[in-house]
């Protein structure tokens, strides 16, 4: 079973910048990858995917300052975050889909201070 891990997450003031980082334990070549993000007692969101011809979709609270990228097998993704703001803070989720099928990482606390 492909598994998939995070690293990056952490404490940030408001205006900073982090990276986060996902690799696949497998080789498996996804179809397409993205960010998800929870708070608690709220349901996951959506924040960005890449596909795997290079696509970049974000939701509109992040366009502009947030950068996903996939490496060229799409066995890993990162998430550049800039200008940072206390409402970006939540848990973020990796998620891989292949043949329609989803896989998801840990998740990784990000917390942005005001």
């Known amino acids: 079973q492909v598994q998939l891990v995070e690293s990056g997450g952490g404490l940030v003031q408001a205006g900073g910048s982090l990276r986060l980082s996902c690799v696949a334990s497998?080789?498996?070549?996804?179809?397409?990858m993205g960010w998800f993000r929870q708070d608690p007692g709220k349901q996951r969101e959506w924040v960005a995917t890449?596909?795997?011809?290079?696509?970049?979709l974000y939701t509109g609270s992040v366009k502009g300052r947030f950068t996903i990228a996939g490496d060229n097998a799409m066995n890993a993704v990162s998430l550049q975050m800039n200008s940072l703001k206390p409402e970006d803070t939540g848990i973020y989720y990796c998620?891989?889909?292949?043949?329609?099928?989803?896989?998801w990482g840990q998740g990784t606390q990000v917390t942005v201070s005001s």
């Open positions: 998620q891989a889909v292949k043949l329609g099928v989803p896989y």
């Open positions: 497998l080789s498996v070549n996804f179809n397409q």
């Open positions: 890449v596909s795997s011809g290079g696509r970049t």
